[in-house]
T-cell receptor, first 111, second 112 residues
Framework: DAKTTQPPSMDCAEGRAANLPCNHS???????VYWYRQIHSQGPQYIIH???NNETNEMASLIITEDRKSSTLILPHATLRDTAVYYC????????????FGAGTTVTVRA | GAGVSQSPSNKVTEKGKDVELRCDPI?????LYWYRQSLGQGLEFLIY????????KSGLPSDRFSAERTGGSVSTLTIQRTQQEDSAVYLC??????????FGPGTRLTVT
């Protein structure tokens, strides 16, 4: 997604928190921040999304800065099964249904 | 609850044959999407169904591709006269209205 910038890769130790940054400096007021991931040879998996408030679910937490120009996905206790490519995208809910991913961040969780 | 299911998981076919790929969305989801993903490539949108509205077919690459959604639930993607460039993973997703999309495991199509 050309509207977002993510680091190409990062390593994380098993059991530690993984903090994945995403820059979206041109985000519009009605655009949500969405995170998906894709584990090798599997379909993409929805993780979490938010507009301006921080969000938490059973998978992760999403921290969005006050100016909404960047966000961080937090995997609180990374496991080996969290090794995947993580995609941050911005989209207008409802109307922007054609998902497309950029290069994402390849996260490798090491034992 | 049950997620999106797709069948078959793998399909090998000869060039020129027709194939049908099936998607069972999450129960109650009104929107259904087909994408494809070639090796090492990103998602390519194919088609979108939303309730009883006319589908958005703008992503279908040629008239050899068609899709239908019967009874607002199960969908079938049909590729006629398959070509080698059709080889890819075909992904189905569903959502409530047009919110977060939940993907199936995909069908890996290989055209020989």
């Amino acid at each position: 997604d050309a509207k977002t910038t993510q680091p190409p890769s990062m390593d994380c130790a098993e059991g530690r928190a993984a903090n994945l940054p995403c820059n979206h400096s041109t985000i519009s007021g009605n655009e949500y921040v969405y995170w998906y991931r894709q584990i090798h040879s599997q379909g993409p998996q929805y993780i979490i999304h938010g507009l301006k408030n921080n969000e938490t679910n059973e998978m992760a937490s999403l921290i969005i800065t006050e100016d909404r120009k960047s966000s961080t996905l937090i995997l609180p206790h990374a496991t080996l099964r969290d090794t995947a490519v993580y995609y941050c995208i911005v989209r207008v809910d409802r109307n922007d249904y054609k998902l497309s991913f950029g290069a994402g961040t390849t996260v490798t969780v090491r034992a | 609850g049950a997620g999106v299911s797709q069948s078959p998981s793998n399909k090998v076919t000869e060039k020129g044959k027709d194939v049908e790929l099936r998607c069972d969305p999450i129960s109650g989801h009104t929107a259904l999407y087909w994408y494809r993903q070639s090796l090492g490539q990103g998602l390519e949108f194919l088609i979108y169904f939303q309730g009883n509205s006319a589908p958005d077919k703008s992503g279908l690459p040629s008239d050899r591709f068609s899709a239908e959604r019967t009874g607002g639930s199960v969908s079938t993607l049909t590729i006629q006269r398959t070509q080698q460039e059709d080889s890819a993973v075909y992904l189905c997703a569903s959502s409530l209205l047009s919110r977060e999309q939940y993907f199936g495991p995909g069908t890996r199509l290989t055209v020989t």
